[in-house]
């Protein structure tokens, strides 16, 4: 008499062990990953507030030119009042913007984000005098 083979197939199978290792190492990388993700989202909303505020420093000296040297001063600022008096259509939903006189006689612009992200209430600004712009927040 002879005896049937039987043909074992033998299944492919991942192991808990090997599992878990990928799981943990997918939990390392994205604890890498993201931090630099938000970082780089915040980045990408400071350069919007950053372009913003140069349109209103130009804005403001076209300003003076045509209305007897006196600057547009708001605070807080509407963006509808921004673009009635100085000509700047605002498309940005994460900071507030207000312009405020300076003691010299010139105006501060400032920028300031809203309450959420890793610049939370921080603030981004430019003066009359410098025409440069400043931050508080060290990823803009």
Known sequence: MKKKAINTIKRQTFSLLEIMVVLVIMGIVLSFAVPSYQGSIERSKGKIASLTLVSIYNAQKRHKLDNMGVYYICDPCSKQSIKLNLGINIDDKF???????????????????????????????????RGRIGQTCDFW
């Not at 405020?100 to 430019?126: W, Y």
């Open 95 to 129: 900071f507030d913007y207000t312009i405020t006189a300076s003691v010299t006689g010139g105006f501060n612009a400032t920028a300031t984000r809203h309450d959420e992200g890793l610049c939370a209430n921080e603030q981004m600004f430019v003066t009359e005098i």
